[in-house]
């Protein structure tokens, strides 16, 4: 023994033990899922060790202390006397975990102490990380007079071994020498460890390991010394990834076509390094002289590498394919490799290897060498991270990557082959990725569990399974499901574990590791017949003796839904399996339930994997069980996100409405009385006359004995509610089956509809809805079915509530609230139809607010939500004119409102003297007479106290109310009442739409009012005075003045107006829901409410908005337009959105819907077949109009001359204004038969022109299409063309691009083939706008560098350059816009736009692409075409001449000189070319005149080639060029701007010949200067002729009056709008300083003593907001975002007004006026002066802010000083002095706020309190768009204002405490100096 070997053993060496007596081996386990210990004598000895040697291993620890951990598990233990508090359980828990601790630190610092006999040590199983353990409780399986040996996770007592002597020549207290043989004797035990001689039953071959009196002596063998055992250097038995770097691919082992192979597969992720497959793990082994031993790898030791999944080998032999595809295959982009591969050819290699897995591991063919990338002496440690090149020992070769796929069958190769060459080649290197150890336990876990569910599957089949494997399975499987859920066992049922995020890695190696494969043949085990019948038969396991197997396929259907959770590929991989699992439905196992888990919104598993046979299982299901839940299942099936998914719906109602499965459906009837139902089934009206009594609804079906049963559904209601079983079955499954029929409808499902609403008519289901005996479900349901049955279904269209575009002759001279119908002409038939249905909505939702708590009851709450729905639905079609909306909108708020004291339905403001105005409510009142009755005294009892100023003096009246509102709200957490109020908060948004469009309306009907009074006088002045000069012979100067007071009126300054307020309290109410709204945990109601309430304070500057996009059509042509588009539209929707009753569908095995009507329609049969004819040509109809529809529409948008198109913004926007996209998108989506339907494809090609023109050259349209963009994300080509014109020159829309596009985009050339159009969108993005967007350019440059050889095509190898060189000669290639040399040439202009504007990271990238060698050879060869040429030129220029980074081989080498040889050449054919201009080479003369001069302009230019020396040796060809170039600027055919290119660059020749002093010829020269001279005079007399005509321009247009009108109307809507805005602007402010106002004392809208209100003063709104502000970020809702930020940045400014600072109106005397901001564009004449009209809009504004103010907070003042809230002034600015008292209170002093009296540090400190300081810090981490980045940058500023120290500490505390990847983003912050400096301030 070497002295190295003869160490002594240490604490911390990993060591494996060789039992020697009666029985040898190494002691090992049976994997991760059996905690027993075995030896295993015949799988090897000390000479020739166990493969799995790993199972071995064990760590040498010191001794864990256990007490305080035994106390702890006592206390848990579930079933103990659980008599343990909580508290002790938790002290308990944490003293345990403290323990834990300890005993960790203990341990290192004992790390390579010297192990001395005597010791107590513990064994640490590597491979599973658990202790050895005895159990001194429970005998050894086999030998029961020994005890257990188990391996035990946390360990106990009993994994503590005395460590001593089995010789005598060693004694207690020596060290332990390595290779000693020991005795191992557990301390508590007594009996030493001890190796039997009985073999296990289950495992043969395996001994058992247990304790007990015995011989038998255990060698210590050291596998790796202590020292070596680091985590930063490689090491034996270390697991790892090899990562090919330059190929970005695993090494990976795989088995295809039923071989294993190992080859680099390629990845489909993003990033190549995130993929993370199990087989793509080694694990690292040292070779030694001692077998046994492994040990730090060095970079001179030999390794192996172990393929962990299958215990492989890597190894390399002899390949004889190799040789040949060497030669076919075509070899890669770059151009090294192809060098070293010929010359790999042309040695002629007798051999050459391939990499192989070998099972043996003694194979010297597995040896290899790693050889390190950078310089390391062969002594020095391998590190964990390095790069190595692999070099094969046995045949001296090197590993070395191809391209050549092995899965050359598959659409997508992924499998790379990978070989050895004899050349070492540099870039040939791998990355070491090391793996956790917990990834590799997984991995273990999920392979063993694999193998034993496999063995127990066969044994289920053969029906021999023991009672212990049963209960192993049965662990097994519980432990699969806390292993995919992450969760540890507690106790808690297994079946029950929820976790809200899955563990994704450990669901896929669920799949990778085939244990899905073995659950389901573990689910099909039992019932299978192997011969002799199965052993269960499914209907068998109801039954209690199978109980146990029950409880196993439940185990098994819970471990796949939790497998499937959220990971689409796992999906997939069980929906194969969906025919099986629907068979073991109904037997109580869990299959239904996973199954509609994993169906649940899934729409593209839908799509794919339900068809018709599907259907029919649940069907028959159904009529097997009659449980409604299967009908539950059905419904589920036709929805995803509450969206239709039309396919399965088709197939449902196929099936479910089939005559023959009527038995299994319960029918609906109206019957007269009880006895003679039998013939008599009336509806509608004269049920109604008929009187309420007689009419009853009743429910025939059939019982399970087939027999007819019937009852009314009332009785049924009565006799469920009184606990019959039956009728309560009854009962449910009727509701179950209107849901499915609910959901068949959903989406306007005509194959539905039409049938069912023939048995269920309005009435009935009205009848029902509104029957209170019914149960609240039952009725929600009937609800629901009304809904989507009878209201969402034709006539009825989603009215627009806000119409932009305007016909001129339709807008009246007068318009009130109460005749004011948004939706244009009311359909009154329709609107007869579902009058009581509207009118039961109002009543219900009257009834709600009359309960104490709207929605104290759960039941009820089913019921609102459905009705408030309805209401919804009702309103957006248009069925309420605006008073009723307004009505309706008073009952909603009540709902809403949390103080229902105050909630009582007008009687009459008796405030302002409006008792004229009582007659009107009275009116109102009748309808709610109710109302009146219950809550008149309370009204007027809440009028009297809101009017006396404070909220409801402490009367005794007042009090008893507001005790009772103390009551806590019992609507908490409950999701059904906030979907409630979130369908409330999208009726109030549709409601304020239609009062903007009604204030439009107005606006409008002012502006017609005083342009027709104006015309009218003009029309007689003009008469008499026709040369009358000055302002006036413009028509009528119109009163501006007259129009902005009444414009003012609208927004309920005048008396008609007030009921826009949406309540009666001045839009108090409605504050107050909406503050109260925002305090919910329910984000998109906060989102919701948020929108409301910014919209409520920015009402003026809404309508403003609204009022400039106004689209006025005057001109009959505009009208007609008009009518035309609209009449189209409608007719396009009501087609599209019954297309499944015409889009023609393929036969399938089942007929289609209606007989051969399918055929008919395909073959267009016109022979006189006896069908009539009528279905098949409403089809043909439908394909023709929409087909003529689509071209109208497309006409529209363009205007096509014989040379250009021009889009017309006017009819774009008119479109736009009008929705027509909207519908397109619609037809877009109609599902129809890709292969067959050749109508249809043509349809879908006019729709994608329709948008494309739609789009053209129009922003906004662009941007509005933008959001559709994901039904474009797919492979089409049409697609391509729409997505390109939606970015096409839009600066915006490119900049803001998702890297998800472009991925998608390259993804489709690999995957779809190379099509030109996919590269012209990429090309589209990168440049927009005349601008370069570097981001874009990155990102296509990357995604395109990724793909690699699908997608990048050079020819630049011999062999593929004879390609190219073919393709130019072939005219069908240069013809074809799809052929791959157009593919080429685009690919090539793509690059040199990525690389336009000197961007050095993709200049970088394109030089290793396309070398200039290449670039040279391709355009000097006289087959190139003059398109390739332009192509590789413009690269030329971008990469590497007009570059950032000086690029040396372009000015010091041959290569540019050659090029412009070959210039001369071209020159010369364009400057002989025809005279004949039809026969041109256009392309030709673009070359050479804009490209050519292009270059030469740029190379001389730059300034790298003033120092280049080549010059002075190639000057004759210099003088060539200047010539040549010099001769195309004589050519006639020349057009303005080719001429200026070739002048500038003939100018930049003569500069660099002066500056050179290169002699150029006499008459040359003076020509140049002569030209130069003549080009001045030019460009001076150009811009005379300019002036000139700009002056007469201005006279032309006056004479143009031929569409005088129209031309005025525009012209003065224009003037209005400026005008208007000009007045508003200080009343837009004023309206939103008061939200200001309010957020900072929100709580004084609520009573005293309520939740709300103490939510309010503890801070817990301003709370609420900020903590929305960043969820709002992370759902995209970036501008309610921003508006948030700009509002809590608002409430730190000084108000600053309207404009300036703003001064105290008292002292006007001695103030100096600040100048007016915007007094220059105010028409002076009109105005008064500049000061003074500011201070005009100042009393304007501080009147409007102090009448809403009051509006809001009544006469309450938030604080004892007066101004606090009213008054603007921030103290005097005047000469006076902050002496002076200012505006009526002590002035504030000049950095106090005027808010509530707060300062502006306490300000600042209050939100930073509430966490304004962390969502700063937050958003400026996350921002993902710079608008959010800067407006929080904003904010910080406005926090740290003035030098706030309390926050300055906490930000820069925050900041020290960040790592390193979280101070990256903060170091762009640093960037903005004034957060700095504020930061600094103090510090």
């Not at 009702?874 to 909603?892: M, V």
């Not at 219950?934 to 009017?947: K, S």
């Not at 009444?1046 to 949406?1062: K, R």
């Not at 003088?1519 to 100018?1547: D, T």
């Amino acid at each position: 023994m070497s002295d190295k070997m003869s160490s002594f053993l240490h604490i911390g060496d990993i060591c494996s033990l060789y039992a020697e007596g009666s029985t040898n081996g190494f002691i090992s386990t049976l994997g991760l899922v059996d905690d027993r210990c075995v030896v295993q004598p015949e799988t090897g000895d000390l000479n020739n060790p166990p493969k799995k040697f790993r199972d071995c291993l064990f760590k040498l620890c010191p001794m864990n202390r256990y007490s305080a951990q035994k106390q702890f598990w006592k206390a848990a233990k579930p079933g103990a006397n659980s008599t343990t508090d909580a508290v002790l359980l938790n002290k308990l828990h944490h003293a345990a975990d403290l323990e834990k601790k300890q005993n960790e630190t203990e341990n290192r610092k004992l790390l390579g102490t010297v192990i001395q006999y005597g010791n107590v040590i513990q064994l640490l199983h590597l491979k599973s990380n658990k202790y050895l353990t005895v159990n001194k409780r429970l005998p050894a399986l086999l030998e029961k007079n020994a005890m257990r040996v188990t391996l035990d996770e946390a360990g106990n007592e009993g994994s503590w071994f005395y460590i001593q002597p089995f010789y005598k020549l060693r004694s207690i207290g020596d060290s332990v020498v390595i290779g000693d043989k020991v005795v191992l004797n557990p301390v508590n035990a007594g009996q030493p460890l001890h190796a039997s001689s009985h073999q296990l039953v289950d495992n043969p071959g395996c001994n058992e390991v247990n304790s007990v009196n015995c011989n038998t002596s255990w060698k210590i063998v050291l596998f790796m010394k202590w020292s070596d055992n680091k985590d930063d250097i490689l090491k034996g038995g270390d697991v790892v990834r090899l990562f090919h770097a330059e190929q970005e691919k695993f090494l990976t082992c795989d088995e295809h076509r039923k071989k294993q192979h190992v080859f680099l597969r390629t990845t489909g992720r993003q990033s190549a390094t995130s993929a993370t497959s199990s087989k793509a793990l080694w694990e690292v082994e040292v070779v030694q002289h001692d077998p046994c031993r492994g040990g730090a790898g060095y970079w001179n030791s030999l390794f192996r590498f172990k393929h962990l999944a299958t215990g492989h080998y890597l190894a390399a032999e002899v390949d004889p394919d190799f040789e040949e595809e060497c030669l076919e295959f075509q070899p890669s982009v770059d151009p090294d490799q192809d060098a070293s591969r010929s010359r790999l050819r042309n040695a002629q290699e007798k051999m050459v290897y391939s990499l192989v897995s070998v099972p043996e591991g003694n194979d010297i063919s597995s040896i290899f060498e790693l050889d390190p990338t950078t310089l390391r002496g062969g002594d020095s440690l391998v590190p964990r991270n390095s790069y190595v090149r692999l070099r094969h020992l046995c045949t001296n070769t090197w590993v070395h990557s191809t391209n050549i796929p092995i899965d050359k069958e598959e659409e997508k190769p992924v499998m790379l082959k990978i070989g050895t060459s004899p050349v070492k080649e540099d870039k040939e290197a791998f990355a070491i990725v090391p793996v956790s150890p917990a990834e590799v336990r997984d991995l273990d876990f999920a392979n063993d569990a694999s193998k034993v569910l496999g063995s127990i599957a066969g044994k289920l089949e053969k029906g021999t399974i023991t009672q212990n494997e049963r209960r192993s399975v049965t662990k097994l499987l519980e432990d699969l499901v806390y292993f995919v859920t992450g969760g540890t066992n507690s106790g808690q049922d297994v079946l029950e574990v929820v976790f809200s995020k899955p563990n994704r890695e450990r669901q896929k190696l669920m799949r990778e590791q085939n244990i899905l494969k073995q659950i389901f043949k573990l689910l099909q085990a039992p019932f299978t017949d192997c011969g002799d019948g199965p052993m269960l038969r499914l209907e068998e396991l109801g039954d209690q003796r199978h109980a146990p197997f029950r409880h196993i396929c439940r185990l098994c259907y819970r471990v796949l839904r939790h497998s499937q959770q959220d990971y689409r590929k796992n999906q997939e991989y069980i929906a194969k399996q969906f025919g099986f699992m629907q068979k073991q439905i109904g037997y109580d196992v869990l299959a239904e339930d996973t199954i509609t888990a994993l169906l649940h919104n899934n729409r593209k598993l839908l799509e794919k994997h339900i068809t018709a046979a599907e259907i029919d299982t649940f069907v028959s299901l159904v009529r097997k069980n009659r449980e409604p839940r299967f009908l539950d299942y059905l419904s589920d099936l036709c929805v995803s996100m509450n969206k239709s998914i039309p396919v399965t719906q088709e197939l449902i109602c196929k099936a479910v409405l089939n005559p023959t499965n009527a038995d299994i459906l319960i029918e609906t009837k109206l019957v007269l009385s009880r006895f003679e139902f039998e013939g008599v089934s009336s509806t509608g009206e004269n049920a109604l006359e008929a009187g309420e009594d007689e009419e009853e609804v009743w429910l025939f079906w059939r019982d399970s004995n087939k027999e007819i049963r019937s009852k009314s559904v009332r009785e049924l209601a009565q006799d469920a509610k009184e606990g019959q079983k039956e009728d309560r079955d009854v009962l449910s499954y009727y509701r179950y089956q209107l849901n499915l029929f609910a959901r068949m409808c959903l989406d306007r499902q005509y194959l539905a509809i039409n049938e069912i609403s023939g048995q269920l008519d309005v009435d009935l289901i009205l009848r029902c809805m509104s029957d209170e005996n019914l149960p609240y479900d039952l009725r929600a349901s009937f609800c629901r079915l009304m809904l989507h049955m009878h209201v969402d279904r034709d006539p009825q269209e989603q009215v627009t509530p806000v119409k932009y575009a305007r016909l001129w002759s339709e807008i009246p001279s007068e318009i009130a609230i109460d005749d004011y119908d948004s939706s244009g002409a009311s359909k009154d038939e329709i609107k007869e139809r579902f009058a009581q249905t509207m009118e039961f909505v109002e009543e219900y939702l009257r009834d709600v607010v009359c309960q104490r708590f709207p929605f104290s009851d759960k039941e009820k709450n089913k019921l609102t939500f459905e009705v408030v729905n309805l209401a919804r639905n009702l309103i957006y079609f248009g069925f309420y004119n605006f008073s009723d909306l307004l009505r309706l909108t008073k009952i909603l708020l009540a709902i809403l409102d949390c103080v229902h004291v105050t909630t009582i339905f007008p009687i009459s403001k008796m405030a302002k003297g409006e008792e004229n105005k009582g007659n009107n409510d009275v009116e109102k009142l009748k309808s709610s007479n109710v109302m009146r009755s219950i809550h008149g005294v309370g009204e007027l009892m809440t009028q009297v106290v809101l009017r006396g100023g404070g909220f409801l003096p402490m009367t005794p009246m007042a009090a008893a109310p507001e005790g009772n509102v103390k009551q806590a709200e019992p609507e908490k957490e409950d999701i059904m009442v906030m979907d409630t109020k979130l369908k409330i908060i999208e009726i109030l948004q549709f409601i304020l739409n239609v009062r903007l469009d009604y204030r439009i309306s107005c606006l409008l009907c002012i502006f017609k009012r005083e342009f027709d009074e104006s015309n009218s006088q003009t029309s007689e002045t003009s008469s008499g005075n026709s040369s009358q000069e000055g302002p006036s012979n413009v028509p009528g100067a119109l009163d501006f003045e007259h129009i902005e007071e009444q414009a003012e009126g609208i927004f309920g300054g005048s008396e008609e107006n007030t009921p826009l307020d949406l309540d009666d309290h001045g839009g108090r109410t409605f504050l107050r829901v909406l503050l109260h709204l925002t305090m919910h945990d329910y984000p998109p109601l906060v989102s919701g409410a948020l929108q409301l309430l910014f919209r409520h304070f920015s009402q003026r500057q809404e309508v403003l908005q609204a009022f400039k996009q106004v689209q006025l059509l005057v001109t009959s042509q505009d009208v007609d337009n008009y009518k035309q588009i609209k009449q189209d539209l409608d007719q396009l929707r009501s087609i599209v959105e019954k297309s499944e009753l015409w889009v023609y569908k393929g036969q399938g095995p089942d007929e289609t819907m209606d007989g051969a009507s399918g055929e008919n329609e395909h073959k267009k049969t016109e022979e006189g077949n006896n069908k009539p004819q009528k279905h098949e040509s409403t089809s043909s109809y439908n394909y023709r109009v929409v087909k003529e529809i689509l071209i109208r529409l497309s006409k529209l948008c363009v205007q096509e001359s014989a040379s250009v198109r021009k889009s017309r913004k006017q009819q774009q926007r008119l479109l736009r204004n009008m929705g027509a996209h909207a519908v397109v998108l619609e037809l877009l989506q109609i599902p129809y038969e890709k292969a067959e339907d050749t109508k249809m494809q043509e349809i879908m090609r006019l729709a994608h022109e329709f948008l494309q023109n739609f789009c053209a050259g129009n922003q906004q349209n662009q941007a509005l299409l933008h959001k559709h963009i994901n039904l474009f994300l797919n492979p089409g080509i049409l697609e391509a063309v729409t997505m390109q014109h939606i970015f096409m020159n839009n600066f915006q829309l490119c900049s803001e691009i998702n890297e998800r596009v472009v991925q998608h985009f390259v993804h489709c050339i690999e995957t779809h083939g190379r099509n030109v159009q996919y590269i012209k969108f990429l090309q589209t993005i990168v440049k927009a706008e005349g601008k370069f967007i570097k981001k874009c350019q990155d990102m296509v440059m990357a995604e395109l560098v990724n793909s690699g050889e699908d997608v990048l095509v050079f020819y630049n190898d011999r062999a593929s350059f004879q390609t190219l060189i073919q393709m130019m000669r072939s005219e069908r290639d240069r013809m074809d816009e799809n052929s791959p040399l157009m593919y080429h040439i685009h690919l090539v202009e793509l690059l040199a736009v990525c690389t336009e504007g000197k961007n050095v990271y993709t200049e970088i990238k394109c030089n290793s692409l396309l070398p200039l060698d290449d670039i040279v050879r391709v355009v000097t060869h006289e087959d190139c075409i003059p398109e390739v040429k332009i192509a590789y030129i413009n690269f030329l220029n971008h990469c590497y001449v007009d570059t950032e980074v000086e690029m040396k081989e372009i000015y010091t080498s041959n290569h540019m000189w050659k090029l412009f040889e070959n210039f001369l050449v071209d020159i010369c054919r364009a400057c002989n070319n025809t005279s004949d201009r039809k026969h041109a080479d256009s392309i030709l003369e673009k070359y050479v005149t804009e490209i050519v001069m292009s270059i030469v302009t740029t190379f001389f230019s730059s300034p790298f080639s003033d120092q280049s020396t080549t010059l002075q040796t190639r000057q004759p060809v210099f003088v060539q060029l200047l010539q040549g170039v010099f001769r195309v600027y004589h050519c006639n055919w020349l057009m303005p701007s080719q001429k200026a290119s070739v002048e500038s660059c003939i100018r930049v020749l003569s500069d660099v010949a002066k500056s050179r002093a290169i002699a150029i010829p006499v008459d040359l020269d003076s020509q140049v200067n002569n030209l130069f001279l003549k080009s001045h005079s030019i460009v001076q007399k150009t811009a005379m002729n300019w002036r000139l005509s700009a002056r007469n321009a201005a006279r032309r247009d006056s004479v143009l009056a031929a569409s005088r009108d129209y031309r005025n109307i525009i012209e003065r809507l224009q003037d209005i709008v400026s005008a208007l805005e000009d007045r508003l602007r200080p009343l837009v402010q004023a309206e939103l300083s008061v939200l200001v106002d309010v957020l900072h004392r929100p709580e004084l809208l609520f009573p005293e003593n309520t939740d709300a209100r103490r939510k309010c003063e503890s801070g817990g709104f301003i709370c609420k907001l900020i903590k929305h502000t960043k969820q709002l970020l992370e759902e995209n809702e970036e501008k309610l975002c921003i508006k948030v930020l700009q509002t809590l940045r608002e409430m730190m400014t000084k108000d600053r007004g309207y404009g300036e600072k703003l001064i105290s109106i008292d002292e006007l005397d001695n103030a100096e006026l600040p100048p007016a901001p915007d007094s220059e564009n105010a028409t002076e004449e009109l105005e008064p002066s500049p000061p003074l009209r500011q201070l005009e809009d100042h009393k304007r504004g501080e009147a409007l802010r102090q009448v809403l103010v009051n509006r809001y907070y009544g006469n309450v003042r938030p604080s004892g000083r007066r101004e606090s809230l009213t008054s603007f002034g921030n103290g005097p600015l005047s000469a006076g002095g902050p002496g002076k008292p200012g505006g009526g209170g002590g002035g504030s002093g000049s950095s106090s706020m005027s808010r509530g009296e707060m300062s502006l540090a306490e300000v600042q400190c209050h939100l930073d309190k509430e966490g304004a300081s962390n969502l700063v810090i937050d958003l400026i981490m996350n921002a993902s768009s710079d608008r959010v980045f800067h407006e929080s940058i904003l904010l910080a500023i406005a926090l740290l204002e003035g030098g706030n120290t309390t926050i300055q500490l906490y930000q820069f505390e925050k900041s020290q405490n960040l790592s390193p990847q979280e101070i990256e983003p903060l170091t762009r912050i640093r960037g903005c100096a004034h957060t700095m400096l504020c930061l600094k301030d103090d510090i």
